[in-house]
């Protein structure tokens, strides 16, 4: 499986690309990538402040070649995430239910699941912000960004490179096993 990859300069978000993607083409794996995001979701309808330069990407598959649970597929895809960040940060990279990844206790990376259906097939879309040269003040809940933790410019390019590869690989396991 490859991600078919749609580059956008400025969206509302990235799931709901991918959701109007999913109903108006035939596509079973996409990867929507966006310079900026004016009005990116986060879990139970909070807004994921968007900074130009950071990662907003959202992974959208067909669950029909998946015989897993949609619990084992978020912690699946929590890992993933988690696994590209470490390439950048050697250090320890904490996961907070249901979607977020931490480090020194400041949340770096939110992720956001949702299901849609289209026909007889349903879809999931992994939504994916990951702060990469700046963080968002959020009261009572602090954040980071990578920039800072490891004081070095990183590509986004290469971060979004990196992370479709190491989605693809997994996900390609998965299908696989089953077979």
Known sequence: ?????????????TNNTAIRIIKNYNYDFGMILSDLQ??????????????????????FYNLKNF???????????CLIVKKCISQYYKKKIHF??????????????????????????????VGIGVNLIKSPFIRNYPTTHLRKLINKDISKKKFELKLKKIFENNLNRL????V
């Open 1 to 13: 499986m490859k991600f078919k990859i749609f580059r956008f300069n400025k969206v509302k978000s």
């Open 38 to 59: 004016v009005n990116g979701r986060g879990q139970y309808g909070k807004k994921w402040v968007s900074y130009k330069g950071n990662l907003f990407v959202s992974f």
């Open 67 to 77: 015989k897993i649970s949609l619990n084992k597929l978020t912690k699946i895809n």
């Open 96 to 125: 907070k239910k249901p979607n977020d990844l931490l480090i020194q206790k400041k949340k770096i990376c939110g992720i956001l699941q949702e299901k849609v259906n289209k026909f007889n097939n349903t879809y999931l879309i």
């Open 175 to 178: 299908i696989k096993k089953r």
